[in-house]
T-cell receptor, first 110, second 111 residues
Framework: GENVEQHPSTLSVQEGDSAVIKCTYS??????FPWYKQELGKRPQLIIDIRSNVGEKKDQRIAVTLNKTAKHFSLHITETQPEDSAVYFCAASRRYQLIWGAGTKLIIKP | DTGVSQNPRHKITKRGQNVTFRCDPI?????LYWYRQTLGQGPEFLTYFQNEAQLEKSRLLSDRFSAERPKGSFSTLEIQRTEQGDSAMYLC?????????FGPGTRLTVT
């Protein structure tokens, strides 16, 4: 079955710097890759997603890249702000079921 | 609020008791999912419905857990003979295509 690995487990960056979180997946049939942000005590919120027919997608300070050949995808956050502090989860989907990464705790240092 | 809703938001129960949670998905969404999440971990898939049909159930789910979606709208998750290890956040999510929206969760504490 599908397996999603996510790195790093914790990422600490200076406010204003960029943050990159990487995920790899095992099932080449996976075709949808969302990223969720979860603040403490709150529900996961979809922040950006990408489909397998696209290599890159950007939404303001957030971008996601997908390398289908290598089976990895990454989340890029530029000009980080204190409100970006949260746990970020990647996921891979085939047939509408999400397989989740273990999460990355992003800490923005003032 | 047109998002996914869950009730109750918090439940404290004694070991051995049965509990039932309810999820109301976004109205036009035909897929509904139940996940369990413990502190510091990602959501763990429990089960999945397409309309009223339960299409998949995690192998990790013991027979104490049962879920229903009788009319293809709201869903219930029942845990029988609760154990302390069942303490977790139970998240419901729904989708029409791939984009999945989560409810606020029900936090279960088994004492």
């Amino acid at each position: 079955g599908e397996n999603v690995e996510q790195h790093p487990s914790t990422l600490s960056v200076q406010e204003g710097d960029s943050a990159v979180i990487k995920c790899t997946y095992s099932d080449s049939a996976s075709n949808y890759f969302p990223w969720y942000k979860q603040e403490l005590g709150k529900r996961p919120q979809l922040i950006i997603d990408i489909r397998s027919n696209v290599g890159e997608k950007k939404d303001q300070r957030i971008a996601v890249t997908l390398n289908k050949t290598a089976k990895h995808f990454s989340l890029h956050i530029t000009e980080t702000q204190p409100e970006d502090s949260a746990v970020y989860f990647c996921a891979a989907s085939r047939r509408y079921q999400l397989i989740w990464g273990a999460g990355t705790k992003l800490i923005i240092k003032p | 609020d047109t998002g996914v809703s869950q009730n109750p938001r918090h439940k404290i129960t004694k070991r051995g008791q049965n509990v039932t949670f309810r999820c109301d998905p976004i109205s036009e969404h035909n897929r509904l999912y139940w996940y369990r999440q413990t502190l510091g971990q990602g959501p763990e898939f429990l089960t999945y419905f397409q309309n009223e049909a339960q299409l998949e159930k995690s192998r990790l789910l013991s027979d104490r857990f049962s879920a229903e979606r009788p009319k293809g709208s709201f869903s219930t998750l029942e845990i029988q003979r609760t154990e302390q290890g069942d303490s977790a956040m139970y998240l419901c999510a729904s989708s029409l295509l791939e984009e999945t929206s989560f409810g606020p969760g029900t936090r279960l504490t088994v004492t």
